[in-house]
Each structure stands twice: as C-alpha cells, then as structure tokens.
C-alpha cells in the first residue's frame, strides 16, 4: 500500500467521513480503505473460483438484460443482408437498377456496380459517425438511454426505405440509420461484458455474434418469401418489416438496470449496488455479496485511473494503451481481412457462378443458418476450456486453407459442377469463421480494452472494421461483378493471401485473455508481458500501490454517495 503523508500506509488510515462503497447502516461508519482492498480481493477470489453453473445461477437476470440489448445487433444484420442479397433480387433490380441489353436482344436490369458499392458502404459510413458520437454520448448519459434515443430514430429513419422512389434515396437511408446501428455495435458489446462475472463474459460477449447471424437468416427468409411477388412490395415489405423491432426494444430496455461498471465511474455507488442486485438472482446458493463486488470495481477503476490518467479519444494512444488499442483494431479488421466480406456477397457470388436465383438463396440460407449454430459452437470450444488466442489462430489457419481450395475450384473446366462445390465450400467456410475469428473477437475486444476506456477503444477499433469493410466492399463487387474484373473463384487467392497475414499478426500479437479479471488484465498490459506469455503469467493485482490522490477521490465518490442516500 502507499504511504500517507505522516508515515502511516493507507491501510491504517481511518476514514472518517463514509462507509466502504454500497454499504448499509448496520456496518460501522468508520472503515479503512484495507476493508476496500479487502472487499475487493473477496470479490475477485469469487469471481476466479465461479463455475459456469454457478454464474448462470447466480446471474440469470443480467443474462436476460443483455441479451435484450443485443438483439439491436439484430436489426443491423436484418439489412445488410437485404442490401447485398437485393442485388439479385430481379423486382429489386428492376426499379432502381439500369438496363442493360444483351447481345441476344434480351434486357435485364442491373444496379450499376458503383451504386452496389455505394449503398453497400452508405451504412458504413453512417456507421463511423454512430461510433465517434457513441464514444461520448453513452459515456456521458449512459448505456439505458443512449439506446432508446437510437431505437427511436431507427423507426424515423426505416421510413426513408420504405418510401424510397430512386437508388439516391437509398443512399441516404442507409447513412442515416447507419448511425444508430453505429452505437449498436459498440454498446452492446460493453454492456455484456458490464453486467456478468468472468465466468460469463466470453458466452454473453459472443452472444452478439449471434445476433447478427438471426437478423441475416430472417432477411433471407423474407426475401425468399417474396420472390414470387413482381410488383414493388417485393422489396418495400423486407423494408417494413424493420418497423418490429424497436417498439419492444424500447419497452424493455426501459427497465433495465444500468452497467454498474458505468455507475462506480460516476461515482453512483448506491445506484451501482442496486443495479448489481437487479442483475442477480435472490434464490442464489454462493456467498455473493454486491459490497464485495462494488468494492472491486472501485479498486479496479482506481488502479486503471493511475495507469490512465485521461479518458479522451488521445489517452488511447498513450502508454500502455496504444498496444491495447492496437490489438482491439486489428482483432476486429481481422473479420473482414480474413475473407469476411467475400461470403456476404455468397448470393450474388453464387448467381455469378451459375447457380439459379432460388438455389442461390437456399445456400445463402444455410450459411446464415451455420452462423447462428457456429455461435453455440464456439460456446462449447470456449467450455472445453480452449482460449480465446487459440481459437484465433486455429481459425485463421483453416480459414486460409479454404480459401485456396475456393481459388482452386476457378480451375475445373465444369462450371455448373464448380458452382455446386463453390456453394459448398463457402458453407464451410461459414462454419469455420463462426466456431472462431466471427464468434470470439466479440469477447476478445471487450476483455482487452481497459475499463475507463473501453466504450472508446472499442470504437476506434470498430470503426477501423468500417473502414477495412468500406475497402472490402469497395473491391470485391469489382472482383465478382462480371462486367468489371470478374475474378470469380479466383478472388479466393486474394483472401487467402490477406488471411494468412492476419495468422502472423495473431501469432506474435493476440494475448489470451480467458479467466482474468479487468484489474488482471490492466497488470498485465502495465508490465508490457509478451502476448505468447498471458497465460502463463501470474499477477496480484492487490500488491499494486494506488496513488493516494486517486484513493482520495474515491472516497470522496463513496462520501456523496453516502450523504445523498441519508447515510
């Protein structure tokens, strides 16, 4: 512990004026800050010794409430894949797309590749904004409030889809409800990682994974509900349709409980007690204990504000952490650099390959099928007791090695053969990067942001995935457009290249963060440990020295907290 100003550790220091964080009347006014580390080493010595059982026991109810607020990433996923599939879509084609007459006489339509990567990108774009304002905005008013303000302009701006008359009006729906589904992606993840013990982080976290795998398959499913239609609600009903979602979204989220992470660092310390206890179950059968647990994250926000002293966009850069804002980037580019964006395209890949409209959207099904269920597999790698780091790699190995048999199959002289087989590899693949890279980096950006930065860095590294995204869709509709390079298969050479540098980078960079707390792993970033040594390394986080002005301000946190509770 550090030394007070008349000789004497901080442990032996009396504080006067309050109780340790979220305690009751019935506990003794006056307590040191040793009970404050004491409280805390419990807490942690709880959360490493929780099962999986005993967490979903425990926490039953922060499962329910982060799962609510992950099903946004569901309205997300819902339209991209009506964006990318539209494009074979013939009624979709035919309204906003031009003619084009071929050399038989015959006229079909098609939308120009430019305005495919346009539209495609539109929402990316919107989404960068949604990020920059969510890394303020949900800081500042909260993670409850800030995602009910994006539930209602998401029902203002699905109105522009539905009543869109060219492909400019597109356009710009697509970047205005790119910013609501901005804050989404980023939100989202935080609160699951927030409101669940270290046992559960990696289930709820990857959960989102999920969602964006349910939003695809019931975008298919209408479209291939409508392909019978031939007038304009073919394409205006899948539209409509994202009017269901946010009504009950907004109800529900209404009463649910905030972060307590986010709480302790405005100082709310009761609030965060409260909502701790709104996140577990009352019937529980282990010695939890909420003062234990606030206790925690106060040593733990303590300890990260002598590591960081600032909470800007900047501070992300600086010191220690820039490395973890680097791997956060590069985890999340990984998705779309290991070949990512080549299967949101499979539909209209599929068509390009010689595949017809109804098979195309049949496989196109199945792959988002095997999305939803390489989640639940990714689950049962992660109970297996494999990290987080080995999924990566294992994952992008097998990614690469797909993808040069997908180039391969550019090769056979039969085409409708290699079609068939195309669709079939691209399947596997699916499954491949759900079990890893798609399923796991949810849990690896969450666990290895610090605390007091972590909405931030977060961002910064989704928008970086926007901006590889904006670079991937750009390209691959040029790769697979017939009228442009019409790479086809060959594409796959490309990815594969891209996919075994993400290996390399894994390898020397991605830590393994599996079973250790936030203070944990702030140590061990502080200590600059090699990202191959994590596991092995032990840390105790409570032989750290908190600065005594950083102690200070915490009481002084507990104090208000305290007289404004009547305590």
Known sequence: MTSSPIGKSVEDDVVETVPTPGTAPRRKEHETMGDVIRNARLATEKEHSMTLWQGLRLYPKAIAWSILISTCIVMEGYDVSLV?????????????????????????????????????????????????????????????????????????????????????????????????????????????????????????????????????????????????????????????????????????????????????????????????????????????????????????????????????????????????????????????????????????????????NDKAYSFAMGQYAINCVGVFGAWTLITLGIGRRTLYLYGLAGLFLILMILGFLGLAPDRNAASLATGSIMLVWALCYQLTVGTVCYSLVAEISTRRLQIKTVVLGRILYNIVGIICGVLTPYMLNPSAWDWSNYAGFFWAGSCFLCFVYTFFRVPEPAGRTFAELDLLFEQKISARKFASTDVDVFAEKVEEDVIKNYHDQIAVSSIAHGF
């Open 84 to 356: 990318n599939n539209f494009y074979a879509f013939p009624q979709f084609n035919q309204k906003y797309g031009v003619a084009i007459t071929a050399a038989d006489g015959s006229v079909t339509y098609q939308v120009p590749v430019s305005w495919q990567a346009g539209l495609s990108n539109g929402a990316v774009v919107g989404e960068i904004i949604g990020l920059l304002l969510n890394g303020w905005v949900s800081e500042r008013f909260g993670y409850r409030y800030t995602v009910i303000a994006c539930l209602v302009l998401i029902i203002a701006f699905t109105a522009i889809f539905f009543t869109a008359q060219t492909v400019v009006h597109l356009q710009v729906a697509e970047i205005l409800c790119g910013i609501p589904w901005g804050v989404f992606q980023t939100l989202t993840i935080t609160y699951a990682s927030e409101v669940c013990p270290v046992a559960l982080r990696g289930y709820l976290t990857t959960y989102i994974n999920f969602c964006w795998g349910v939003g695809q398959m019931i975008g298919i499913g209408v479209i291939m509900g409508n392909l019978w239609r031939t007038d304009e609600w073919a394409y205006r009903i899948p539209y409509a349709l994202q009017w269901m979602w946010p009504l009950p979204l907004i109800i529900g989220i209404l009463f649910a409980p905030e972060s307590p992470w986010w709480l302790v660092r405005k100082g709310k310390l009761e609030d965060a007690k409260h909502s701790l206890l709104r996140l577990t179950s009352l019937d529980r059968e282990t010695d939890f204990d909420a003062d234990e647990t606030v206790a925690m994250m106060v040593h733990t926000s303590a300890l990260e504000q002598k590591i960081t002293k600032g909470a800007s966009y900047l501070d992300c850069f600086k010191g220690v952490d820039r490395r973890r804002t680097e791997i956060v980037c590069m985890c999340w580019a990984i998705q779309n650099l290991s070949g990512n964006s080549f299967s949101n395209y499979s539909t209209y890949f599929l068509e390009q390959a010689g595949l017809s």
